[in-house]
Every structure is written in C-alpha cells, then in structure tokens.
C-alpha cells in the first residue's frame, strides 16, 4: 500500500501522516514514513526525539557525489540519471517504534523549482522505487504539491491523500493539486478534514469539494496543538479524533485489501 499525503501548509497534513503512519504500525503492518517536505516536520510529529537533527537526503552531498557521480549544488556536466538507490531505505531510515520507520527525503530549494541536478535526480529515483519497488507500507508525507510523483509512479499510488481544513485558500489548493494529479494520471483522491469546529464546517467542505471522496472529518483538537508543542506524538487525543482517525485508517486498510 502507497499513499502520499498532500495539502496548504499548516493544514495538518503532516499529523496526519504522522497518525496514519503509527496507527498502521500498531496493528502489525510494516511502515516506511517518508517526509518529502522540505520544511521537514514528520519526525517532530512522530515524537522521535532529536529528529531536527536527522540530516535530509537531499542533504547529503557525500552520498549524493557517489551515487550520481556530480556535486550537489553544480550544474552543467555530466552526472547519472539512475544512480543506486534501491538500499537508501534500510541505509539511512531512522526506527521510530516497533513496525515503522522513517526516512527523510528533503528537497531541493532553488528558485523555479523542478532543477536537473542531482539532487533531484537522487530523490525523484529513490521516489521511483519507494513506490514501485517495495512492499511494505509507504506513508508519503508531500509538500503542498506532488512535486515527488510522476507519470512513472502514480500507477503505483493507492491513494492521494488531500488534507484540507475549512477556509478558501485550503479548498483552493486541494483543487489545484487535483488538477496536477488528473495530470500525471493520479485517479484515486480522497479528502481529510480537518479542524473541524461544528456541522456547518463539514457542510462547507462538502459542498466545496462536492467532487471529492471524503474519507472522515476531524475536529479541531487543542491535545494536539499541545502535543506538537511539547514536540511528541499526541497519543492523548479526544474521542473523536481517535473515531475519525480509526476510519481513515480502516478506509486504508480495505483500499488495499488487507
């Protein structure tokens, strides 16, 4: 099972991510968390302690030289455009708890984005191969695009997961990402709400993604504000959230058939 999880900044995608992540562990499957974000956030959410000092990929210009056979950061030249990456997982994946692991992926930050360098092309391979060439569970925590997939992975995503919360400029990313995701043939969405206060929140997404797939509505919860605070995995949530969060997971779950 493949899922990537998508959203506007500051939406909760990366909790979710984060909860989706454990609670597919907890129940014996094997998870590989990928923070694909550059502002990367999952091992905060994950509770792992000192995951501000886990150096990203993208990072790691040692590797990244061996592997592609040019600096990071250089440009113009020659440099492979598939270099080894099939043992990076096990390499440089961090054991979180029992059944999950994570992996920092980075990003490249440079003006227009989308550079041939090799950087990018180390990520955009190791992507290819997270998605089609493993079986455990992938748990793909993006940045507010789908900047990572391509038409030579979205075949293998189950599922793009759009986390929105109730206001315009989260409706108006989901709609865009949908339209980057019809563009590389990505056809299962399915939306997350999130922060939910009351009914006319989740009337307002609901008819504001009436195209959508909603897969569950979570409430605005301050346990999780605390816990992200705190900087550690919100294990004390509210009944709801837990609900909410219980057939999201379970919805995953038949997706792929386990």
């Known amino acids: 099972m493949k899922i990537a999880v998508s959203g506007k900044g500051g939406v909760g995608k990366t909790t979710v991510s984060a909860f989706l992540s454990t609670w597919l562990a907890n129940r014996g499957h094997r998870v590989l968390a ?6 990367s956030n999952l091992g905060t959410a994950l509770g792992l302690p000192n995951a501000k000092d886990i150096l990203p ?12 056979g040019a600096t990071p950061g250089s440009f113009g030249g020659f440099f492979k455009m598939n270099p080894k990456v099939d043992d990076l997982p096990e390499k440089i994946a961090v054991p979180v708890r029992e059944n999950l692991k994570l992996l920092v992926m980075g990003g490249v930050k440079k003006g227009g984005g989308g550079c041939v360098c090799p950087e990018n092309v180390m990520l955009k391979n190791l992507v290819v191969h997270l998605i089609l060439g493993r079986d455990e ?7 507010a ?3 990572h997939l391509g038409r030579a992975t979205s075949s293998g995503v189950d599922l793009l997961i759009l986390v929105v919360e109730p206001g315009r400029r989260s409706i108006e990313t989901a709609l865009r990402i949908k339209e980057l995701a019809e563009d590389i043939n990505l056809k299962r969405l399915g939306v997350v709400a999130n922060k939910v206060r009351n009914k006319e929140d989740e009337d307002f997404i609901r008819e504001a ?18 816990a992200d605070l705190k900087g550690i995995f919100a294990e004390d949530i509210g009944k709801e959230t837990r609900e909410g969060l ?13």
């Open 34 to 39: 990928i923070d694909a974000d550059p502002d």
């Open 57 to 68: 990929l993208a990072h790691m210009k040692d590797l990244i030289a061996e592997r592609t």
């Open 137 to 143: 569970v992938i748990i793909m925590d993006m940045e």
């Open 145 to 147: 695009g789908i900047e």
């Open 209 to 226: 993604l009436a195209d959508f797939e909603i897969l569950g509505f979570l409430p605005y919860d301050p346990k999780i504000i605390e």
């Open 246 to 258: 219980e057939v999201i997971g379970r919805y995953c779950l038949k997706l792929s058939g386990k």
